[in-house]
């Protein structure tokens, strides 16, 4: 067999955390919580079963999941979602990612990604014949030469994907950004994936920004979400896509063929429970809180630490402790310190070595206690 994919291995958050299991390491490598999901959400799912919503939802997703999503973007962003026009559930973030790529991708079609980036699209976009066109950016802050992307557009670029708030850099694109984006693409036919998987995890005041707002990338882009993040729940796998009319219309042709549906009974559950939208509200100052301790905490160790602004991940830079490459020092740390992390070079294309792993302070307090007491014997 041709591999279809011939340069991708294992994905880093496997390699990671199988690695951390068998060391009996903490690990702060692939980004879960490990607190409880909040019971009163697991009580609702067992009652959706008990009320026997336990065959196909529609394709498109529960009608109540549907509303509250609009009601959400009605509360928290001021915008406008047609529930049966431009809203899709899926089955987690990443198939909505893989959907909305499948969907507009054709072979030579270019993509524009930012690096580092996460794992999952440049090989979606390249399984679907795809050339990706990753932009560098580098530590410490990643800043976006809007300039320099303008250089890198022409007729074959089909779709620009961005992250906001970033995995991994924590990096907040805020509303001056997207505007910039919104003038470079008003006029051309190029479309937009965003990312927004962490849209409620913003910290220092800052509000959520979704490019719903901004009347030039609505019109041409799949707006991706997920409720693994905002509920705790990384292992419902439910997300949804939300996209202008035309853009939903293919994108279900190919999400019916993939999915069909996404399971029935958790979609009711938080569609319920989201009934009241301050847990949403209430989301950043949560992961603000551990943000800091894992920051403050580690303020006189030998790391150095990079700006986080939204996401739960939090960036150290160790040159001031070895030499050694990402990858290599990753493991060290997990095998002899018993701490996984993440090497930031797994987010780049072409090598990169800036002495750089991401830490995910989506841990209970005392995880992150036990964390800053390694980190800073090392
Ligand atoms: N989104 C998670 C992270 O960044 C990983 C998800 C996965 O394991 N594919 O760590």
Not at 142 to 171: E, H, Q
């Amino acid at each position: 067999l041709t591999s279809k994919l011939p340069h991708v291995g294992t994905t880093i958050f496997t390699k990671m955390t199988t690695l951390a299991n068998a060391h009996q390491a903490l690990n702060l490598s692939q980004g879960f919580p490990d607190f409880e999901t909040d019971p009163r959400l697991v009580k609702l799912v067992t009652k959706a079963m008990e009320k026997g919503n336990n065959q196909y939802a529609p394709m498109i997703g529960a009608q109540a999941l549907r509303d509250a999503i609009v009601k959400k973007y009605d509360q928290i962003y001021n915008v406008e979602v047609d529930a049966t026009e431009q809203l899709t559930i899926t089955s987690g973030g990443t198939q909505a990612i893989f959907t909305a790529i499948a969907t507009v991708v054709k072979p030579e079609d270019e993509v524009i990604i930012f690096e580092p980036a996460y794992d999952c699209y440049a090989p979606t976009v390249e399984l679907f014949g795809g050339k990706v066109v990753p932009v560098r950016l580098l530590a410490p802050d990643f800043r976006i030469d809007w300039d320099y992307v303008a250089t890198l557009m022409n007729s074959k670029t089909r779709l620009i994907i961005i992250n906001n708030p970033n995995n991994p850099t924590g990096k907040v694109l805020g509303k001056e950004e997207l505007i910039k984006l919104g003038a470079l693409l008003e006029g051309t036919s190029i479309l937009l994936l965003s990312d927004e998987v962490y849209e409620h995890i913003v910290f220092d005041w800052a509000s959520s920004q979704s490019v719903l707002e901004i009347p030039t990338l609505r019109e041409r882009s799949f707006v991706v979400a997920s409720f693994g993040k905002l509920l705790h729940t990384t292992g419902w796998k439910i997300g949804y896509c939300v996209a202008p009319p035309q853009l939903t219309h293919e994108f279900r042709k190919v999400h019916q063929f993939n999915v069909f549906s996404v399971n029935a009974p958790m979609q009711f559950a938080i569609a319920e429970y989201l009934e009241d939208i301050s847990y949403i509200r209430e989301l950043s100052s949560f992961f603000e809180g551990k943000r800091n301790l894992l920051r403050d905490g580690l303020k006189g160790s030998r790391f150095t630490i990079l700006p986080c602004e939204g996401t739960y991940f939090l960036n150290i830079n160790y040159s001031g402790i070895s030499n050694e490459e990402e990858f290599e020092f990753a493991c060290s740390l997990t095998t002899q310190h018993k701490i996984a992390t993440i090497p930031l070079s797994a987010f780049y294309k072409e090598v990169t070595n800036q002495q750089v792993l991401r830490v995910c302070f989506a841990k209970k307090d005392e995880t992150l206690a036990n964390a800053i007491a390694i980190l800073n014997q090392i």
